[in-house]
T-cell receptor, first 115, second 113 residues
Framework: NAGVTQTPKFRILKIGQSMTLQCTQDMNHNYMYWYRQDPGMGLKLIYYSVGAGITDKGEVPNGYNVSRSTTEDFPLRLELAAPSQTSVYFCASSYALPGLNQPQHFGDGTRLSIL | KQEVTQIPAALSVPEGENLVLNCSFTDSAIYNLQWFRQDPGKGLTSLLLIQSSQREQTSGRLNASLDKSSGRSTLYIAASQPGDSATYLC????????????FGEGTQLTVNP
């Protein structure tokens, strides 16, 4: 039972570098999400997707981009890494229909440091 | 803008004690409220989901209540065990899909043997 898989688990970037955080789910969920969690804080939604080809901004989208070409994959891209993007990034997925909401399933996170 | 607050930020109790974690939200127009558990270095695990039309949900030793009009939820843990030590987060959603969750900052619970 893989669930939601995130890679890499850890990464250190230099300011200005770019990278893609990978996320894949094997539960055939239609919704997928990217969150960031800063130390001692709750999670904040970066982007989400309601299905392949459809993405939308969350609460803190600046500095990030996403794409959803398949149901399974939802990569998050940082184009010009900044120290403020040092955080733990969580990907999640859920199955949702109007009037039917299921809990979100989370990956184990990617710990990203930008120096 | 929805804001979610959890009190206390940290709680330490002896094993066997019953305890209550609190969650409050500023906008009562929610569709559901969820409680999650987060272990160190791990992602979140959903514990309970309460629809806005419900007053409570139970799972084993856990009971979550919801008072939408007052903007409050509580998570009751009975007969706490050291394995319950974790951070507990609550989150609310305005959407019928349950997406776009707004999270509180969490309560870090330590249960001492």
């Amino acid at each position: 039972n893989a669930g939601v898989t995130q890679t890499p688990k850890f990464r250190i970037l230099k300011i200005g570098q770019s990278m893609t955080l990978q996320c894949t789910q094997d539960m055939n969920h239609n919704y997928m999400y990217w969150y960031r969690q800063d130390p001692g804080m709750g999670l904040k939604l970066i982007y989400y997707s309601v299905g392949a080809g459809i993405t939308d901004k969350g609460e803190v989208p600046n500095g990030y981009n996403v794409s959803r070409s398949t149901t399974e994959d939802f990569p998050l891209r940082l184009e010009l890494a900044a120290p403020s993007q040092t955080s733990v990034y969580f990907c999640a997925s859920s199955y949702a229909l109007p009037g039917l909401n299921q809990p979100q399933h989370f990956g184990d996170g990617t710990r990203l440091s930008i120096l | 803008k929805q804001e979610v607050t959890q009190i206390p930020a940290a709680l330490s109790v002896p094993e066997g004690e019953n305890l209550v974690l609190n969650c409050s939200f500023t906008d009562s127009a929610i569709y559901n409220l969820q409680w999650f558990r987060q272990d160190p270095g791990k992602g979140l695990t959903s514990l309970l989901l309460i629809q806005s039309s419900q007053r409570e949900q139970t799972s084993g030793r856990l009971n979550a209540s919801l008072d939408k009009s007052s903007g409050r939820s509580t998570l009751y843990i009975a007969a706490s065990q050291p394995g319950d030590s974790a951070t507990y987060l609550c989150a609310v959603s305005r959407e019928t899909s349950g997406s776009r969750l707004t999270f509180g900052e969490g309560t870090q619970l330590t249960v001492n043997p």
